[in-house]
């Protein structure tokens, strides 16, 4: 019996000591899973907060207005007012040398606040200066690719005064490369966010997280090693500084499956906990997939809203938007800009002869050929169909004209198409803008005016807009005006010219129709016929002149208007006995 109860005692013994020991590990594997998933999370939150500053941070805007030459106006309304609306306790604008010129705090009573974050935060300067350097300019960066989208950055928690912050480092980049920093080392935004009870209570509401509570970290504290023996059997997170010491502790009541399998059937808790782990994998798969395809097509609509589908340049509102910018920098007492509207002499031939789609790739390569013209700091736009505008920065008029000549050149050597080799050409009008107080609109209208006056002067060349030829638009819209009232009120009049047969008998009048203007007097038929025809108003000065006629004869007039593929007129006249008239 002994020696049977001995090993059934052994074999309990040792059945039961297995269970606790695999309980143990599982509640210790439970513990330290916890803390990853925190620990990650808290990673994860810090990026947050240090994306929030790529906003504001990778800008072309804030390169001009930060680096360049600081406008503490402009810093006010885009750093300050953007970190304090979105929770955060403080900004700071750092120069090229990491000295303050601009502070702006959620505390304006606590003045030391801004000055001890400075101090606080010289490793996290450091890296990003360091990251800075490895970088390179940013003009070696836009040589290659369109725009800077990546974050020079760092990130880190502190503590002051008994309260711990997240402090994050960011420097000021160009995206688009319209402004470059004119030193080798840029501005640097400094944002500091409190970490609070709300974070402990957030960090609970994702993490599932049962009775976490956060404190400061001891002196010489330093991190958690993979199985951590912490008192109570408590979970621990930690808050690290820049030198990666702890500075701020989690602690929460990790679950205990251990004691859990122990009351329980292992089997089936197993084959749950293995069924729900794949199922969760499964889970994020499909919802990092589904992330991946919404964050790409939300870029791609941006990008479609500010560019063209065909060639990728920017569209009439990126262009409108880039004018009231460049029109800012002149009133902040920029140098003046020129605005150039271009348009091919030949498209429609080319779209009547060859089909669209080889209208598309000419426009493909004619936004090439444009891109190629202009300087880095210029800005191409499409229009539409096949028209381009160009804003030229900082512009003479000896460097517009230029600029337009290298276009007019360019466009004039033949292009290799599928089709064949074509000879298209291009008109130019250009528009210099000295004033930055005019609408972006009027500085576009001119330049299509000037373009206007190209193109009748015989394409291929570019003109420079003046006030004549506004004046010109006007005068000639004022005198639709004036036909349109003159033909309202049946001012215009009609001389008759006989005509006669080789007897010398009349046998018609030929109606001649004159209009003596008001203030001008005379306006010759060879200026108001064609503006008629311009406006609209052709058929009704044709009318005008048919029923004047006949009643000036003296008949009766029964007119019918029918209306078809053409529209005419029939017209049945009585005559007094005597008069010969001809229709």
Same mark, same amino acid.
């Given at each position: 019996?002994?020696?049977?109860?001995?090993?059934?005692?052994?074999?309990?013994?040792?059945?039961?000591?297995?269970?606790?020991?695999?309980?143990?590990?599982?509640?210790?594997?439970?513990?330290?899973?916890?803390?990853?998933?925190?620990?990650?999370?808290?990673?994860?939150?810090?990026?947050?907060?240090?994306?929030?500053?790529?906003?504001?941070?990778?800008?072309?805007?804030?390169?001009?207005?930060?680096?360049?030459?600081?406008?503490?106006?402009?810093?006010?309304?885009?750093?300050?007012?953007?970190?304090?609306?979105?929770?955060?306790?403080?900004?700071?604008?750092?120069?090229?040398?990491?000295?303050?010129?601009?502070?702006?705090?959620?505390?304006?009573?606590?003045?030391?606040?801004?000055?001890?974050?400075?101090?606080?935060?010289?490793?996290?300067?450091?890296?990003?200066?360091?990251?800075?350097?490895?970088?390179?300019?940013?003009?070696?960066?836009?040589?290659?690719?369109?725009?800077?989208?990546?974050?020079?950055?760092?990130?880190?928690?502190?503590?002051?005064?008994?309260?711990?912050?997240?402090?994050?480092?960011?420097?000021?980049?160009?995206?688009?490369?319209?402004?470059?920093?004119?030193?080798?080392?840029?501005?640097?935004?400094?944002?500091?966010?409190?970490?609070?009870?709300?974070?402990?209570?957030?960090?609970?509401?994702?993490?599932?997280?049962?009775?976490?509570?956060?404190?400061?970290?001891?002196?010489?504290?330093?991190?958690?090693?993979?199985?951590?023996?912490?008192?109570?059997?408590?979970?621990?997170?930690?808050?690290?500084?820049?030198?990666?010491?702890?500075?701020?502790?989690?602690?929460?009541?990790?679950?205990?499956?251990?004691?859990?399998?122990?009351?329980?059937?292992?089997?089936?808790?197993?084959?749950?906990?293995?069924?729900?782990?794949?199922?969760?994998?499964?889970?994020?798969?499909?919802?990092?997939?589904?992330?991946?395809?919404?964050?790409?097509?939300?870029?791609?609509?941006?990008?479609?809203?500010?560019?063209?589908?065909?060639?990728?340049?920017?569209?009439?509102?990126?262009?409108?938007?880039?004018?009231?910018?460049?029109?800012?920098?002149?009133?902040?007492?920029?140098?003046?800009?020129?605005?150039?509207?271009?348009?091919?002499?030949?498209?429609?031939?080319?779209?009547?002869?060859?089909?669209?789609?080889?209208?598309?790739?000419?426009?493909?390569?004619?936004?090439?050929?444009?891109?190629?013209?202009?300087?880095?700091?210029?800005?191409?736009?499409?229009?539409?169909?096949?028209?381009?505008?160009?804003?030229?920065?900082?512009?003479?008029?000896?460097?517009?004209?230029?600029?337009?000549?290298?276009?007019?050149?360019?466009?004039?050597?033949?292009?290799?198409?599928?089709?064949?080799?074509?000879?298209?050409?291009?008109?130019?009008?250009?528009?210099?803008?000295?004033?930055?107080?005019?609408?972006?609109?009027?500085?576009?209208?001119?330049?299509?005016? +000037? %373009?206007? =006056?190209? !193109?009748?002067?015989? *394409? /291929?060349?570019?003109?420079?807009?003046?006030?004549?030829?506004? @004046?010109?638009?006007?005068?000639?819209?004022?005198?639709?005006?004036?036909?349109?009232?003159?033909?309202?009120?049946?001012?215009?009049?009609?001389?008759?010219?006989?005509?006669?047969?080789?007897?010398?008998?009349?046998?018609?009048?030929? +109606? %001649?129709? =004159?209009? !003596?203007?008001?203030? *001008? /007097?005379?306006?010759?038929?060879?200026?108001?016929?064609?503006? @008629?025809?311009?406006?609209?108003?052709?058929?009704?000065?044709?009318?005008?002149?048919?029923?004047?006629?006949?009643?000036?004869?003296?008949?009766?007039?029964?007119?019918?208007?029918?209306?078809?593929?053409?529209?005419?007129?029939?017209?049945?006249?009585?005559?007094?006995?005597?008069?010969?008239?001809?229709?």
């Amino acid at each position: 019996m002994w020696p049977w109860l001995a090993v059934s005692g052994a074999a309990i013994a040792l059945v039961v000591g297995a269970q606790l020991y695999f309980a143990r590990i599982a509640d210790d594997a439970a513990l330290n899973r916890d803390r990853t998933i925190v620990q990650t999370g808290i990673a994860g939150w810090k990026k947050e907060i240090a994306d929030k500053s790529s906003s504001v941070t990778i800008w072309d805007e804030a390169v001009q207005n930060l680096a360049n030459a600081f406008d503490a106006d402009w810093a006010g309304t885009n750093v300050g007012a953007y970190f304090l609306d979105n929770d955060y306790d403080a900004a700071i604008v750092l120069n090229g040398d990491d000295s303050p010129v601009y502070k702006a705090s959620a505390e304006p009573e606590n003045g030391e606040l801004p000055g001890q974050l400075v101090a606080a935060s010289a490793k996290l300067i450091d890296k990003v200066r360091r990251a800075e350097i490895a970088r390179g300019s940013a003009s070696s960066v836009l040589q290659t690719q369109q725009s800077i989208s990546e974050a020079v950055d760092a990130t880190a928690a502190t503590l002051l005064n008994g309260r711990l912050f997240i402090l994050t480092a960011a420097l000021v980049q160009p995206d688009f490369g319209n402004v470059l920093p004119s030193a080798d080392r840029s501005a640097i935004i400094l944002s500091a966010m409190e970490v609070d009870e709300a974070f402990v209570d957030a960090m609970s509401q994702r993490f599932l997280l049962t009775g976490a509570h956060m404190h400061l970290a001891a002196p010489g504290d330093t991190l958690l090693e993979e199985f951590p023996v912490v008192e109570n059997r408590e979970a621990r997170a930690d808050l690290v500084d820049g030198a990666g010491n702890p500075v701020g502790v989690i602690d929460w009541n990790p679950p205990q499956p251990g004691k859990s399998l122990l009351m329980q059937i292992m089997p089936p808790v197993i084959v749950g906990m293995l069924g729900l782990a794949g199922w969760a994998i499964v889970l994020y798969q499909r919802s990092r997939k589904a992330t991946q395809r919404l964050v790409a097509s939300e870029a791609r609509a941006a990008h479609l809203a500010y560019h063209d589908s065909l060639t990728g340049l920017p569209n009439r509102a990126m262009l409108a938007d880039r004018m009231a910018h460049a029109l800012a920098g002149i009133r902040r007492g920029g140098k003046s800009i020129a605005v150039h509207c271009i348009d091919l002499d030949r498209f429609k031939e080319v779209n009547d002869s060859y089909g669209h789609e080889a209208g598309d790739e000419l426009i493909r390569k004619t936004a090439h050929l444009l891109s190629k013209a202009c300087r880095q700091s210029d800005t191409l736009a499409r229009l539409g169909g096949d028209e381009f505008a160009i804003i030229q920065l900082d512009a003479t008029p000896d460097t517009a004209a230029q600029l337009a000549e290298r276009i007019v050149k360019s466009l004039a050597e033949p292009i290799d198409l599928a089709a064949g080799r074509l000879f298209i050409g291009a008109s130019v009008g250009v528009s210099m803008i000295p004033d930055g107080n005019i609408e972006p609109a009027e500085g576009l209208r001119q330049a299509d005016l +000037a %373009l206007y =006056r190209a !193109k009748d002067a015989g *394409r /291929g060349r570019y003109t420079f807009f003046d006030c004549d030829m506004d @004046a010109s638009v006007k005068g000639r819209r004022a005198l639709q005006d004036d036909l349109r009232a003159a033909l309202s009120a049946k001012a215009l009049e009609l001389h008759y010219q006989p005509q006669v047969n080789g007897r010398s008998e009349i046998v018609g009048l030929e +109606a %001649l129709v =004159r209009w !003596k203007h008001p203030t *001008r /007097g005379h306006i010759s038929p060879t200026v108001f016929i064609p503006l @008629a025809e311009e406006s609209g108003l052709i058929d009704d000065l044709g009318m005008f002149t048919l029923l004047k006629a006949f009643e000036d004869r003296g008949g009766s007039v029964c007119l019918n208007r029918f209306r078809g593929w053409d529209k005419w007129i029939s017209a049945s006249v009585m005559l007094r006995p005597g008069l010969a008239a001809a229709g």
